[in-house]
């Protein structure tokens, strides 16, 4: 007999964080229902070639969840996000697909509600929840303008912070957004929690490759967008995101995070290539030459900069 088809297929990457990606899971299993009307929900773990023993714990993981369906998913090597995320879909058979970060807590609201939402809005190709910080603040990253050359200008020179009520200036997160409570559009999301139906990734494509890590949500986003699909940012239910616990840039996870030192040198290489993979990709034939190589002058600075702080 076969396995009952999925409503909602969960895929998660792992890269060294055993116990964080544990806590991610179990809080899908404490949470996870035990009967599903209209199909069941199924995990995907993808561990990118893990060092630190999480491959023997999730083999055991598996042995004893209550997660109905729980695939565990070896690559031999590191493939980076996008790869990863794609090679989990090859086990996947949701009607619905939900790319979840390793470093999330979930609650038992958040699955159905944000099923019901696409189902109640067929225009939309993704939607994010609302997620949160330790913080207690919002993800800025889960709410985003796409990074345009006047927009990413505004982000970085401080003038978002400045005048983050206006559309003109306050775009690169949408801070201008009048009711952040109410569900609405938005142009990007993040890969923390990105939600579809599957037929959205079957229609566009899935993840780019090119991208290793970073900017491949925006990409897909702006692909979404570029197909006439629309991306919802949906505040009534939400999840918790440690944010930056595998990558080790971010101040918010300084504490917790395991990533060292060339790991974190890589992650800063990776996010600036990722800018101008993104640039060349979907503005190079929208912006005179001279104004993409002052971006990417600009881009190598910041690169710089940014590295120079782990030497």
């Keep these: 007999m076969s396995e009952e088809k999925s409503l909602l297929s969960v895929i998660i990457l792992n890269l060294n964080t055993k116990e964080i990606t544990q806590q991610a899971i179990e809080s899908i299993e404490k949470s996870y229902p035990k009967e599903v009307k209209d199909g069941t929900y199924e995990v ?3 561990d990118n070639a893990s060092t630190d023993g999480s491959q023997e ?4 993981f598996q042995k004893t969840t209550t997660i109905k369906k729980f695939h565990l998913v070896l690559n031999p090597e590191n493939t980076g996000f996008s790869a990863g995320n794609n090679k989990g879909l090859e086990y996947s058979d949701g009607d619905y697909i939900l790319f979840l970060n390793s470093d999330t807590i979930v609650n038992d609201k958040v699955f159905p509600y944000m099923i019901n939402f696409l189902k109640e809005h067929p225009d939309a190709g993704a939607a994010t929840c609302k997620v949160v910080l330790r913080s207690g603040k919002i993800d800025d990253a889960s709410h985003r303008g796409f990074p345009t050359p006047w927009n990413s200008f505004c982000h970085f020179s401080g003038l978002s912070r400045i005048f983050p009520k206006t559309k003109l200036f306050g775009s690169y997160s949408m801070t201008y957004v009048k009711d952040m409570e109410k569900d609405h559009e938005i142009d990007a999301l993040a890969g923390a929690f990105m939600i579809m139906p599957r037929t959205t990734g079957e229609k566009v494509g899935w993840w780019d490759t090119e991208f290793f890590v ?3 949500d925006l990409d897909f986003c702006y692909r979404i967008k570029q197909a006439g699909m629309k991306v919802y940012y949906v505040p009534e239910v939400e999840i918790l ?3 930056g616990t595998t990558l080790g840039i971010r101040k918010e996870s300084k504490d917790i995070s395991t990533a060292d030192k060339e790991r974190k040198i890589k992650s800063q290489i990776a996010r ?3 800018m ?10 929208k912006y005179p030459k001279f104004l993409t190589r002052l971006v990417f002058l600009q881009i190598e600075i910041m690169r710089w900069i940014n590295i120079r702080k782990y030497k």
């Excluded at 714990?57 to 055991?60: E, L, N, Q, R, S």
């Excluded at 101008?276 to 034939?285: A, C, E, P």
């Design 44 to 46: 995907i773990l993808v």
């Design 57 to 60: 714990v999730f083999k055991k």
């Design 214 to 216: 970073y900017g491949e």
């Design 241 to 243: 995101h440690l944010k």
């Design 272 to 274: 600036f290539n990722a």
């Design 276 to 285: 101008k993979i993104f640039y060349k990709k979907h503005y190079t034939d």
